[in-house]
Nanobody, 125 residues
């Protein structure tokens, strides 16, 4: 089991940018795909982005072209660069680690694995 700690959330105006980070503790970091989910009030949690240990990425349709996920296995950390933010991006963002390989990201997968405590992102003018 990994321990995940998110940071970087906050309040930003529409069109602005934020960068989230997630630091993992535990020896299994390099064996996991890492990523971000989000949950807005009254809505189901949805995939934002996922990155496997080999660098393969998967993005939710609503963030493609605006968000970029990256990871550094040596630092046990992943980042989510969020640009061109919209009001509808407002949500609690959760870091996730799941035992998925690069090839697994080509297929649908359900939510499972380890979770962080969440960080609030609010996009508002």
């Amino acid at each position: 089991q990994l321990q995940l700690v998110e940071s970087g959330g906050g309040l930003v105006q529409p069109g602005g940018s934020l960068r989230l980070s997630c630091a993992a503790s535990g020896n299994a970091f390099s064996l996991n795909a890492m990523g971000w989910y989000r949950q807005a009030p009254g809505k189901q949690r949805e995939l934002v982005a996922m990155i496997a240990r080999g660098g393969t990425t998967k993005y939710g349709d609503s963030v493609k072209g605006r968000f970029t996920i990256s990871r550094d296995n040596a630092k046990n950390t992943i980042w989510l660069q969020m640009d061109s933010l919209k009001v509808e991006d407002t949500a609690v963002y959760y870091c996730n680690a799941a035992p998925l390989d690069d090839a697994d990201l080509a297929y649908p997968f359900t939510e499972f694995g380890s979770w962080g405590q969440g960080t609030q992102v609010t996009v508002s003018s």
